[in-house]
């Protein structure tokens, strides 16, 4: 009798994903598993990561209902992962391991490890690729070296072909007779003590199923425009659906096989579903990135950045950005955006990141530390990418040059100040002229900081520092 044990992590679903397709298939019995490895060297959680755990306790819930639903129900254990999943192939006498593979590099040292370790015991383990449309060491130049330039490595993507074969949602899943015992959900104590997250997750609606509906929404009702809306930070123009793909509650290749379905019944939404299937591109992007240089996490794509002299005594300025307390209203709508939902629209993410990293030169890594920790989709390759982006560092990086004016982002993609309003409420009576930069027309209001920099003199600042980078090669 062939039993299986299908480790989750971050595939948080039943359709279409592959290490439960072949689990179903090739055994008779299985036991989903969800390990806590907090403490140890996680893939999942690299480390604290408070709005990410909420987001984890509501989509471990959702499996286990669909799980229940199936006949099956989600065990859970807690420490190193090796040594819970040697336990239970003992306890439940489990004959094959599946899980779907991870990339970060924590992720890929443990699951080799584990992998070699529960062969030799006589296990079968098959891992499979389930976050992404492609494995990425697939899609290399002509040279063998990484593409460092999405266009063209989304390109060469595009020219290999997408493969939108899903797998079914199975119809059960067999328990074994006799189950192990394990962990609550509640028990994870991923909810913090003091109930912050309550305001947060009333913007969200956790799980695979919500995930579904919520990219049929999109396409119906915002992708023929998702090129135009993308940038506009006050409308719903994007999909929203980032921390589900973290968490695997929904595939890249079906957001790719339903908006193809979705194409062929509406051809005239082309351009602006392309354009948001080259978004997802950017994902596999950065996943690229992480896996062929896994160094970037913490150190410069750039080695020019190397000795780049960031600013070291930058403590009470962070905190101001941290807080949405800089005096620069775009700015701090993003930030509260942030803190009130675990999210932010990607527009403000670039000005608020350019701000850090340009005008206060504080380090991209303080700022992506405080995104891991508030973002409900802190990703660790996307983050790395983003920030690395921005700070001109990275790949296809924004040029040392390019600082973003927040005062003239704001005028370009938040006209009507609608955006500035719901998270900065203080500057509500501004008209829509005026909300950009309210210090212009106001000599000192008590709830609202004047702007902490100067934008010009920090402008010339960054610019003479980065330039003397750009002239060492
Ligand atoms: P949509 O516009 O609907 O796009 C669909 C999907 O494509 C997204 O869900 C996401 O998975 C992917 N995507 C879109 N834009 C990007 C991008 N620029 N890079 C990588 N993937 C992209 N995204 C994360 O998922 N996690 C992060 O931790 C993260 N940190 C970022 C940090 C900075 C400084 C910046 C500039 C960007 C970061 N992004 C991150 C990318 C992007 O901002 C979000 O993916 C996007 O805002 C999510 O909203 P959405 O689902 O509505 O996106």
Redesign the pocket.
């Known amino acids: 009798m062939n039993k299986a044990l299908i480790w989750f992590r971050q595939d948080l679903r039943l359709a279409d994903n592959p290490a439960v397709d072949a689990a179903v298939k090739e055994c008779d019995t299985v036991l989903p598993v969800f390990i806590d490895e907090t403490g140890g060297n996680s893939g999942l959680l690299q480390k604290e990561s408070s709005a990410s755990h909420v987001w984890l306790h509501h989509a471990l819930l959702a499996l286990d209902t669909k799980l229940q639903d199936k006949g099956s129900a989600l065990l859970i254990r807690r420490g190193v992962a090796l040594q819970c999943l040697s336990e239970l192939v003992k306890e439940a006498g489990i004959t094959h391991v599946y899980w779907n593979r991870r990339y970060d590099p924590a992720g890929i040292s443990t699951d080799t490890a584990i992998k070699k370790a529960l062969t030799e015991t006589g296990c079968k383990v098959r891992s499979f690729n389930g976050s992404l449309l492609d494995e990425p060491w697939t899609v290399l130049k002509q040279d063998d070296t990484p593409y460092k330039v999405f266009t063209a490595f989304w390109k060469a993507r595009l020219k290999r072909g997408i493969d939108t074969q899903l797998f079914p949602e199975p119809a059960t899943l067999p328990a074994a007779d006799k189950q192990p015992q394990g962990l609550s959900i509640e028990q994870l104590n991923y909810l913090p003590d003091i109930r912050w997250d309550q305001g947060m997750m009333e913007h969200w609606t956790v799980g695979e199923d919500a995930a579904q509906e919520k990219l049929a929404d999109?396409l119906e009702q915002q992708g023929a425009e998702?090129k135009t809306l993308?940038d506009l930070p006050a409308q719903t123009g994007?999909?929203?659906?980032?921390?589900?793909?973290?968490f695997g509650e929904i595939s890249?290749r079906r957001?790719y096989y339903q908006a193809e379905a979705y194409l062929a019944e509406h051809p005239g939404a082309e351009t602006g579903i392309r354009c948001?299937l080259s978004?997802?591109g950017?994902?596999e992007?950065?996943y690229s990135l992480l896996y062929h240089f896994p160094e970037t996490v913490s150190e410069p794509l750039d080695q020019r950045f190397t000795g780049f002299e960031w600013r070291d005594d930058y403590a009470s300025d962070l905190k101001r950005w941290q807080r949405g307390m800089t005096g620069f209203p775009i700015i701090d709508a993003g930030m509260r955006e942030l803190w009130a939902t675990g999210?932010?629209?990607?527009r403000v993410?670039?000005i608020?990141?350019s701000l850090l990293t340009k005008n206060l030169l504080i380090h991209w890594r303080e700022?992506?530390k405080w995104?891991?920790d508030t973002?409900l989709?802190?990703?660790?390759?996307?983050?790395t990418?983003?920030?690395q982006?921005?700070a001109g560092s990275g790949a296809d990086a924004a040029p040392y040059f390019r600082i973003f004016n927040p005062v003239l982002q704001s005028e370009k993609f938040d006209p009507s100040g609608d955006y500035i309003r719901r998270w900065v409420p203080e500057l509500k009576d501004f008209s829509n002229k005026q909300i950009h930069q309210p210090y212009q027309y106001v000599d000192k209001f008590k709830d609202y900081p004047a702007p902490m920099v100067d934008l010009k003199a920090s402008r010339a600042r960054a610019l003479e520092r980065f330039a003397a980078i750009k002239s060492d090669k």
């Open positions: 999109f998702y993308r994007t999909s929203r659906l980032s921390p589900h793909l973290h890249p957001i948001f978004e997802v950017w994902r992007f950065a999210w932010m629209h990607n993410r670039m608020v990141a700022g992506e995104f891991h973002l989709d802190a990703d660790l390759a996307s983050n990418m983003g920030w982006w921005v």
